[in-house]
């Protein structure tokens, strides 16, 4: 049970005195009590010290845990007299009582709860049964002889004595609230007095303390019987068939219907209906009808109640979804008092329950003998707390309910684990009225969460350890797991092995077994796992000494060679229920831990392990997670406290993703591979040795390349890889396929690890291994090559060459010395093997010529002195680098003379051409030259052709001449070849006949020439004429150039642009753009720069125009710039006046 208040006697008449208490009325440190002679008794509450309790004597506040609920405190203070003094001592040194100075003398408390200050004997001629105070208006309102009354507050005389129109009236209800003024929006206070009378609802109101005159009168089905304001315009009235909801600014009516034909229209039969089982009298007989009760709760909420039937409602009058409040005996009145739900027994029984509204569980029983009725004080709308205390009154007494601290109620439910209590209290609780709100509940929450694990609820657990506002640090959630699952964080106290040990020692060990170890035992004995993870679960229990040795007997039996079965059998159904249960709660500890990463993630970078920066404003989501992830979090933003920071959160990340390892290769271990391909903070010997034990060697390697553990895992590749024979532990792991993957995926900083595990590759494949280098990948292009080349020399030439194929011809590498370094490996191949002719030979020398062709950073020098001189086989090659190196001549000769191939000696001669025709003037550059000069040109330097010529026609000694090649070389090439150099190379005896060919091509080329002259001009007179008629017609587009042919229209309302005047008769000039101007405007008008006119535009042509009907059409134009512009000369034109 919860002491959440306790009883304190405050008045209690004396046995002498024969009246009896019918009502009171509490505000501030006043206490008005209705007796029922008709007087009005006024008390000043004094304030009594708390009772603080000491550790050797009970506490004032203590309740027993028991059904009745009538604990050690009500019985207390209903035995001590309300003018007991409480004793005091002063404080101690040393357990002696230290005397008080005069100066520390501290004065008695008062000897009474209350003081009787007044006594108002004529106040009322009948029993005073309800008081009410409207404390603005200074107006005390009183329920006595079935009429309203309303007195002064200060001096207790009456005000109206009775109200008009209240005769016969039953009860009434106040209310205070703060209102904004519709017209003006200024808020004031409005007080509002609701009064039963009989069927009749009778409404007063004060405005800023004045007594309206006007009074509302609405009429209800049948009579009221209780009255309670559910807002400050809607009272709620309860009558003997239900339950309506009354609009005071409009009159409107609502009954209350909930589910379950709850309430009804009045006069209806329902659940709060007159007729009913429950509203049967004693012996089945009709006449008792219960009182229908109601209280407001929190904000916006309402509790009705009829005998045991309960109903919440908004202040609206809409049902709401929760249950009935599970009371056995109806009470005999209801309340709240901040945050509870009160409900009073009747004097018979003498007892108030406190009730929890959220939950509707009871958590108190206070015993009050002859209690009657309860008394709030006026609610305080900012502050509901505030009016926590309340008053019960009985006939003889009232007293006065004071509230424990909260943070003792919830230290005491969570004492006696009643988390749920505890969470929907600090729920309802403001966070001021809490020490630390949110930490608090925070813990609550982890313990439910834990007593629920204990239950075997393993999925609630999980999602409490992971609600938002919970966020549980990770050490706590696995102390709750075996040493399988949280290592060393585990908080399961494992089975002690030292009697085992013993037993070894004195069987095992005698017959020369071995001990077994045990942590061995402890990873392949799965019921031993699974019986420790029960034993917590259940608890550890005493083992009782005088059993003990029964117990040990009997497990010496289960172990013996003749144990039977029926006593075995057990034990293993014991321990695959033990396995199950520890599957289920790892398989929900997956989600907790996800969960947790992702936390952590907001905070820190996975990848890096830094932390991310935190938001500027404070307590954002960010701070939020830093101080939930761990257990201490300082909000210190230091360097040095970063650092810690970040190491904390580092250290938390480990223990997170290392269980959770644990419990994928517990439950289920094909997920460890995909925690591996992200950023995590394993720890690497755990996973390394899990992972060997159960022969999961890819996913290690996984996790070393996620860990950057590289050469772990290349030496791991390579002890699966180089064999011969796939090893049974790990076959998808033989050969270089994985390793040279593996090693693509690198980054270049680690050319030394790169080029160390190459070697095995290209050795075993080397294709294969040579993807490591020429891959299509960012890492494979930007290895610093200088080391890939040194190390590929040493491993084979032939891997050099095609890696350096590869990145001169496909990375486009400029290097001089690689390409260098690929022609002297060319011509050393074809060197070597020059025994060995064949397909290779042929294709490395094709190589090599295409390499000499299209390169031109390799050195010429050093490639034509390597390459060999009297071999036929490197004659071409000879002749391409004397031909970049400009000796065509010596080229043509090794093609004529020594290859005597006539067909590339031409080829190279079209190709030497082509590159010099792309060197020459572009056409435009030479329209300037005359043609006879082109036609006759005579060149500086000879063709390529006439050197092919020549060395055909006179080739040195030894050669002869041969007239075959040179004659063809004339038919094709002639126009290539000038006349007057050509023809003195022609031997005499040659028939001109024979030249025919070289003739023809030379005129034809000759009248090509003057034919394209023709088509040249032409086409200039075309664009000539074209220039001319856009000049004079204009491009005839909308709004386009008009030229000579364009108009302007000019109005009389029509002004200058420049001067804003109107233009009338003077002259005008028209602008480029069509805008008209005055002439002597013209200087101004911006012709240059703001027109966009071009700078020669400055003489303007205006034409004389005629004016018919007031409007002018001017006709102007641009100026020539040749001469047959110039004799246009200029016009102008005044008004009405042809010039």
Same mark, same amino acid.
């Given at each position: 049970?919860?002491?959440?208040?306790?009883?304190?006697?405050?008045?209690?008449?004396?046995?002498?005195?024969?009246?009896?208490?019918?009502?009171?009325?509490?505000?501030?440190?006043?206490?008005?009590?209705?007796? %029922?002679? *008709?007087?009005?008794?006024?008390?000043?509450?004094?304030?009594?010290?708390?009772?603080?309790?000491?550790?050797?004597?009970?506490?004032?506040?203590?309740?027993?845990?028991? *059904?009745?609920?009538?604990?050690?405190?009500?019985?207390?203070?209903?035995?001590?007299?309300?003018?007991?003094?409480?004793?005091?001592?002063?404080?101690?040194?040393?357990?002696?009582?230290?005397?008080?100075?005069?100066?520390?003398?501290?004065?008695?408390?008062?000897?009474?709860?209350?003081?009787?200050?007044?006594?108002?004997?004529?106040?009322?001629?009948?029993?005073?049964?309800?008081?009410?105070?409207?404390?603005?208006?200074?107006?005390?309102?009183?329920?006595?002889?079935?009429?309203?009354?309303?007195?002064?507050?200060?001096?207790?005389?009456?005000?109206?004595?009775?109200?008009?129109?209240?005769?016969?009236?039953?009860?009434?209800?106040?209310?205070?609230?703060?209102?904004?003024?519709?017209?003006?929006?200024?808020?004031?206070?409005?007080?509002?007095?609701?009064?039963?009378?009989?069927?009749?609802?009778?409404?007063?109101?004060?405005?800023?303390?004045?007594?309206?005159?006007?009074?509302?009168?609405?009429?209800?089905?049948?009579?009221?019987?209780?009255?309670?304001?559910?807002?400050?315009?809607?009272?709620?009235?309860?009558?003997?068939?239900?339950?309506?909801?009354?609009?005071?600014?409009?009159?409107?009516?609502?009954?209350?219907?909930?589910?379950?034909?709850?309430?009804?229209?009045?006069?209806?039969?329902?659940?709060?209906?007159?007729?009913?089982?429950?509203?049967?009298?004693?012996?089945?007989?009709?006449?008792?009808?219960?009182?229908?009760?109601?209280?407001?709760?929190?904000?916006?909420?309402?509790?009705?109640?009829?005998?045991?039937?309960?109903?919440?409602?908004?202040?609206?009058?809409?049902?709401?979804?929760?249950?009935?409040?599970?009371?056995?005996?109806?009470?005999?009145?209801?309340?709240?008092?901040?945050?509870?739900?009160?409900?009073?027994?009747?004097?018979?029984?003498?007892?108030?329950?406190?009730? %929890?509204?959220?939950?509707?569980?009871?958590?108190?029983?206070?015993?009050?003998?002859?209690?009657?009725?309860?008394?709030?004080?006026?609610?305080?709308?900012?502050?509901?707390?505030?009016?926590?205390?309340?008053?019960?009154?009985?006939?003889?007494?009232?007293?006065?309910?004071?509230?424990?601290?909260?943070?003792?109620?919830?230290?005491?439910?969570?004492?006696?684990?009643?988390?749920?209590?505890?969470?929907?209290?600090?729920?309802?609780?403001?966070?001021?009225?809490?020490?630390?709100?949110?930490?608090?509940?925070?813990?609550?929450?982890?313990?439910?969460?834990?007593?629920?694990?204990?239950?075997?609820?393993?999925?609630?657990?999980?999602?409490?350890?992971?609600?938002?506002?919970?966020?549980?640090?990770?050490?706590?959630?696995?102390?709750?797991?075996?040493?399988?699952?949280?290592?060393?964080?585990?908080?399961?106290?494992?089975?002690?092995?030292?009697?085992?040990?013993?037993?070894?020692?004195?069987?095992?060990?005698?017959?020369?077994?071995?001990?077994?170890?045990?942590?061995?035992?402890?990873?392949?004995?799965?019921?031993?796992?699974?019986?420790?993870?029960?034993?917590?679960?259940?608890?550890?229990?005493?083992?009782?000494?005088?059993?003990?040795?029964?117990?040990?007997?009997?497990?010496?039996?289960?172990?013996?060679?003749?144990?039977?079965?029926?006593?075995?059998?057990?034990?293993?159904?014991?321990?695959?229920?033990?396995?199950?249960?520890?599957?289920?709660?790892?398989?929900?500890?997956?989600?907790?831990?996800?969960?947790?990463?992702?936390?952590?993630?907001?905070?820190?970078?996975?990848?890096?392990?830094?932390?991310?920066?935190?938001?500027?404003?404070?307590?954002?989501?960010?701070?939020?997670?830093?101080?939930?992830?761990?257990?201490?979090?300082?909000?210190?933003?230091?360097?040095?406290?970063?650092? #810690?920071?970040?190491?904390?959160?580092?250290?938390?990340?480990?223990?997170?993703?290392?269980?959770?390892?644990?419990?994928?290769?517990?439950?289920?271990?094909?997920?460890?591979?995909?925690?591996?391909?992200?950023?995590?903070?394993?720890?690497?010997?755990?996973?390394?040795?899990?992972?060997?034990?159960?022969?999961?060697? %890819?996913?290690?390697?996984?996790?070393?390349?996620?860990?950057?553990?590289?050469?772990?895992?290349?030496?791991?590749?390579?002890?699966?890889?180089?064999?011969?024979?796939?090893?049974?532990?790990?076959?998808?792991?033989?050969?270089?396929?994985?390793?040279?993957?593996?090693?693509?995926?690198?980054?270049?900083?680690?050319?030394?690890?790169?080029?160390?595990?190459?070697?095995?590759?290209?050795?075993?494949?080397?294709?294969?291994?040579?993807?490591?280098?020429?891959?299509?990948?960012?890492?494979?292009?930007?290895?610093?090559?200088?080391?890939?080349?040194?190390?590929?020399?040493?491993?084979?030439?032939?891997?050099?060459?095609?890696?350096?194929?590869?990145?001169?011809?496909?990375?486009?590498?400029?290097?001089?010395?690689?390409?260098?370094?690929?022609?002297?490996?060319?011509?050393?191949?074809?060197?070597?093997?020059?025994?060995?002719?064949?397909?290779?030979?042929?294709?490395?020398?094709?190589?090599?010529?295409?390499?000499?062709?299209?390169?031109?950073?390799?050195?010429?020098?050093?490639?034509?002195?390597?390459?060999?001189?009297?071999?036929?086989?490197?004659?071409?090659?000879?002749?391409?680098?004397?031909?970049?190196?400009?000796?065509?001549?010596?080229?043509?000769?090794?093609?004529?003379?020594?290859?005597?191939?006539?067909?590339?000696?031409?080829?190279?001669?079209?190709?030497?051409?082509?590159?010099?025709?792309?060197?020459?003037?572009?056409?435009?550059?030479?329209?300037?030259?005359?043609?006879?000069?082109?036609?006759?040109?005579?060149?500086?330097?000879?063709?390529?052709?006439?050197?092919?010529?020549?060395?055909?026609?006179?080739?040195?000694?030894?050669?002869?001449?041969?007239?075959?090649?040179?004659?063809?070389?004339?038919?094709?090439?002639?126009?290539?070849?000038?006349?007057?150099?050509?023809?003195?190379?022609?031997?005499?005896?040659?028939?001109?006949?024979?030249?025919?060919?070289?003739?023809?091509?030379?005129?034809?080329?000759?009248?090509?020439?003057?034919?394209?002259?023709?088509?040249?001009?032409?086409?200039?007179?075309?664009?000539?004429?074209?220039?001319?008629?856009?000049?004079?017609?204009?491009?005839?587009?909308?709004?386009?150039?008009?030229?000579?042919?364009?108009?302007?229209?000019?109005?009389?309302?029509?002004?200058?642009?420049?001067?804003?005047?109107?233009?009338?008769?003077?002259?005008?000039?028209?602008?480029?753009?069509?805008?008209?101007?005055?002439?002597?405007?013209?200087?101004?008008?911006?012709?240059?720069?703001?027109?966009?006119?071009?700078?020669?535009? #400055?003489?303007?042509?205006?034409?004389?125009?005629?004016?018919?009907?007031?409007?002018?059409?001017?006709?102007?134009?641009?100026?020539?710039?040749?001469?047959?512009?110039?004799?246009?000369?200029?016009?102008?034109?005044?008004?009405?006046?042809?010039?």
């Amino acid at each position: 049970m919860l002491s959440a208040f306790t009883a304190r006697p405050i008045i209690e008449l004396k046995q002498r005195d024969k009246s009896r208490i019918e009502s009171v009325l509490a505000y501030g440190d006043r206490v008005l009590v209705g007796l %029922n002679t *008709g007087s009005l008794r006024i008390y000043r509450l004094n304030e009594l010290p708390d009772p603080t309790p000491t550790p050797s004597s009970t506490p004032a506040t203590s309740q027993p845990i028991n *059904g009745n609920g009538n604990g050690a405190a009500a019985a207390q203070f209903q035995s001590q007299p309300s003018d007991a003094i409480p004793t005091t001592s002063s404080p101690t040194k040393n357990g002696q009582p230290e005397p008080l100075s005069q100066a520390q003398v501290v004065p008695p408390p008062p000897t009474k709860p209350t003081d009787l200050l007044r006594e108002v004997e004529k106040f009322s001629n009948r029993a005073i049964e309800q008081l009410a105070v409207i404390k603005e208006a200074n107006t005390l309102v009183s329920l006595s002889n079935w009429a309203i009354s309303l007195h002064d507050l200060k001096t207790f005389e009456p005000i109206e004595v009775p109200l008009p129109r209240t005769k016969n009236a039953s009860t009434f209800a106040v209310t205070s609230n703060i209102v904004k003024d519709p017209a003006t929006g200024i808020p004031e206070i409005i007080s509002r007095l609701a009064v039963a009378v009989k069927r009749r609802l009778l409404l007063w109101s004060w405005h800023a303390g004045e007594l309206s005159s006007d009074v509302t009168e609405i009429v209800l089905a049948e009579a009221i019987r209780t009255i309670t304001w559910a807002n400050a315009t809607k009272v709620v009235c309860g009558m003997n068939s239900g339950y309506v909801i009354v609009d005071v600014e409009n009159g409107k009516v609502e009954d209350i219907v909930g589910p379950g034909a709850i309430g009804g229209v009045a006069g209806g039969q329902g659940r709060f209906g007159a007729v009913g089982a429950t509203s049967m009298g004693y012996m089945g007989l009709g006449g008792y009808i219960p009182k229908p009760l109601s209280a407001k709760l929190a904000e916006g909420e309402l509790l009705l109640a009829k005998d045991i039937n309960t109903l919440f409602i908004n202040d609206s009058g809409k049902a709401l979804e929760k249950r009935q409040v599970p009371w056995q005996p109806a009470p005999e009145a209801i309340g709240y008092s901040y945050p509870y739900m009160l409900a009073l027994q009747p004097p018979a029984k003498g007892s108030l329950e406190v009730w %929890n509204p959220d939950t509707l569980s009871l958590l108190q029983t206070i015993s009050l003998p002859g209690a009657a009725a309860l008394h709030f004080p006026p609610p305080t709308v900012s502050l509901p707390h505030k009016g926590k205390g309340f008053h019960v009154v009985g006939e003889r007494a009232v007293w006065k309910m004071d509230a424990t601290e909260y943070d003792s109620q919830i230290e005491e439910l969570v004492k006696n684990a009643r988390f749920d209590e505890a969470i929907s209290i600090m729920s309802m609780l403001e966070d001021a009225l809490l020490k630390d709100k949110t930490q608090t509940l925070r813990e609550v929450k982890m313990l439910k969460a834990e007593l629920l694990f204990r239950q075997k609820k393993y999925r609630e657990s999980m999602d409490l350890f992971n609600e938002d506002e919970v966020h549980a640090p990770p050490e706590r959630v696995l102390k709750l797991f075996p040493k399988i699952i949280a290592g060393e964080l585990s908080g399961v106290v494992e089975e002690d092995k030292d009697d085992e040990s013993d037993q070894d020692g004195s069987t095992g060990k005698a017959s020369g077994e071995k001990p077994v170890k045990p942590e061995v035992v402890a990873e392949q004995s799965s019921p031993q796992k699974g019986g420790t993870f029960s034993k917590y679960l259940m608890g550890h229990r005493k083992v009782n000494s005088e059993t003990a040795s029964l117990a040990s007997s009997k497990m010496g039996t289960d172990k013996d060679d003749t144990a039977s079965i029926r006593g075995g059998k057990p034990s293993e159904e014991h321990s695959h229920q033990d396995d199950k249960d520890l599957m289920a709660a790892v398989l929900e500890l997956n989600s907790y831990l996800a969960g947790a990463r992702a936390r952590l993630q907001r905070v820190i970078d996975p990848a890096t392990g830094k932390l991310k920066p935190r938001k500027s404003q404070s307590g954002s989501s960010t701070d939020d997670a830093f101080k939930s992830l761990l257990s201490s979090a300082n909000a210190d933003s230091s360097d040095e406290e970063q650092q #810690r920071l970040e190491h904390d959160l580092q250290a938390t990340f480990k223990i997170v993703d290392t269980t959770l390892f644990r419990a994928f290769m517990y439950s289920r271990p094909t997920l460890a591979s995909s925690l591996f391909r992200i950023p995590n903070f394993c720890d690497p010997d755990v996973v390394n040795e899990r992972l060997v034990e159960h022969n999961r060697f %890819n996913e290690l390697v996984d996790f070393f390349y996620g860990k950057k553990l590289h050469r772990q895992a290349l030496d791991l590749l390579r002890k699966f890889g180089s064999p011969d024979e796939p090893d049974d532990a790990a076959p998808n792991l033989h050969g270089p396929q994985r390793t040279v993957v593996y090693l693509q995926g690198l980054p270049p900083e680690m050319i030394d690890v790169i080029l160390e595990f190459s070697d095995w590759t290209l050795r075993k494949d080397p294709q294969l291994g040579m993807e490591v280098f020429l891959a299509d990948s960012e890492n494979a292009e930007t290895l610093p090559r200088e080391r890939v080349i040194a190390f590929l020399e040493g491993v084979d030439p032939r891997l050099e060459i095609r890696y350096l194929e590869h990145v001169i011809g496909e990375l486009n590498d400029m290097t001089p010395e690689f390409h260098n370094q690929l022609m002297e490996l060319y011509v050393r191949r074809l060197r070597d093997d020059r025994g060995e002719m064949g397909e290779d030979w042929d294709a490395t020398m094709e190589k090599l010529v295409r390499f000499l062709n299209e390169s031109r950073l390799y050195s010429l020098s050093r490639a034509f002195g390597l390459i060999p001189r009297d071999d036929p086989r490197f004659y071409e090659a000879q002749a391409v680098v004397l031909s970049i190196m400009g000796q065509h001549k010596q080229a043509l000769e090794i093609y004529v003379f020594r290859m005597n191939d006539y067909t590339k000696a031409e080829d190279y001669c079209n190709r030497i051409h082509k590159t010099q025709d792309s060197q020459l003037a572009s056409p435009s550059q030479r329209q300037g030259a005359n043609a006879s000069e082109e036609v006759e040109e005579a060149a500086v330097q000879p063709s390529i052709y006439h050197t092919l010529l020549s060395l055909y026609l006179t080739p040195p000694p030894p050669h002869t001449p041969n007239l075959a090649p040179a004659l063809d070389l004339l038919s094709k090439h002639g126009s290539r070849l000038p006349a007057t150099s050509t023809l003195s190379l022609i031997p005499d005896s040659l028939p001109v006949a024979e030249l025919e060919s070289y003739f023809r091509g030379r005129m034809r080329n000759a009248n090509s020439i003057v034919n394209e002259t023709r088509v040249v001009a032409g086409l200039r007179k075309t664009g000539l004429v074209a220039s001319q008629a856009l000049l004079l017609l204009g491009d005839g587009v909308p709004g386009g150039q008009g030229g000579r042919n364009r108009r302007v229209v000019i109005s009389e309302e029509r002004v200058c642009g420049v001067c804003h005047k109107r233009l009338g008769g003077s002259v005008v000039a028209v602008l480029p753009d069509n805008a008209v101007v005055h002439y002597g405007c013209l200087s101004r008008a911006g012709v240059n720069g703001t027109t966009g006119a071009r700078p020669y535009a #400055r003489s303007v042509m205006s034409s004389a125009a005629s004016v018919n009907g007031g409007t002018a059409s001017v006709r102007s134009g641009s100026t020539y710039l040749d001469a047959q512009a110039a004799q246009a000369g200029s016009w102008g034109r005044s008004a009405g006046v042809g010039v």
